[in-house]
């Protein structure tokens, strides 16, 4: 399985005439800073980046805010971006959130279920997850399981929570990148007994089932985060 870090692409314009090159520098950066390419607790060297993806600084600094809103960097008086680091706290942080959010939303999902809601959508993005593990690439496992779990906040039908949960989805791609070592075909038949609890509509099942799920990954996220300070370690 591949870990490498993807090279930079190269853009061009600049924000005052394409805000949407804002969001794609964002994208890009996002996906660096989760594969590894800038170190955490590292500046963003502003100049540099203009540079190399061939835009004027003025997309960067648009992109810097929502990547902090979305837990990615720190901004520091009279310095640049600083990239977040992780440490025990901030991922039992996360995990409490994630526990607080979907097991709402995951027998909030059932309700609906019974109600006559459809699961495809679920089933859809565990169907897209199992052909990311089958290419092979952890970047692209992360960003597809957690999708799963944002379909199933959505089936919740409350808006709010849907909200939330992308305030926070970020952040559980950067976690389920740093664990990719994982079994990953024992993490696709947890996603599909989330979505069979789900499907029967029985609220209690679906919120205990996801709590398993949920829960077997705070320890490995907590050796992930352990190691990054003994890198020599197996």
Not at 79 to 84: E, G, H, I, L
Not at 85 to 99: K, P, S, T
Not at 149 to 176: K, P, Y
Not at 187 to 194: R, T
Request: charged letters at 25%; aromatic letters at 4%; proline letters at 5%.
């Amino acid at each position: 399985m591949s870990s490498g870090i993807a090279p930079a692409p190269v853009l061009r314009g600049d924000a005052v005439a394409d805000p949407s090159l804002s969001v794609r520098v964002r994208e890009i950066l996002r996906e660096r800073i989760i594969r590894g390419g800038f170190a955490q607790g590292s500046r963003l060297p502003e100049a540099k980046l203009a540079a190399e993806l061939h835009v004027s600084r003025i997309p960067l600094r648009s992109a810097i805010p929502q990547l902090e809103v979305d837990g990615f960097v720190r901004t520091l008086p009279r310095r640049s971006a600083v990239v977040f680091e992780w440490d025990g706290r901030a991922v039992n942080d996360l995990f409490d959130v994630r526990l607080a959010i979907e097991l709402m939303a995951t027998a909030h999902a059932a309700r609906q279920v019974a109600r006559g809601a459809s699961i495809d959508s679920v089933n859809e993005a565990i169907a897209a997850s199992e052909a990311a593990v089958r290419r092979g690439d952890p970047y692209e496992i992360a960003e597809a399981s957690t999708l799963i779990h944002e379909r199933v906040v959505d089936l919740s039908g409350n808006e709010l929570l849907a909200s939330l949960m992308r305030a926070v989805s970020g952040r559980i791609t950067w976690l389920f990148y740093m664990t990719s070592q994982r079994d990953q075909a024992v993490a696709c038949q947890q996603h599909h007994d989330i979505s069979d609890a789900i499907a029967s509509g029985k609220e209690d099942l679906a919120r205990a089932v996801a709590f398993a799920h949920i829960e077997a990954g705070r320890t490995p996220s907590l050796d992930a985060i352990a190691r990054l300070g003994r890198p020599d370690e197996p």
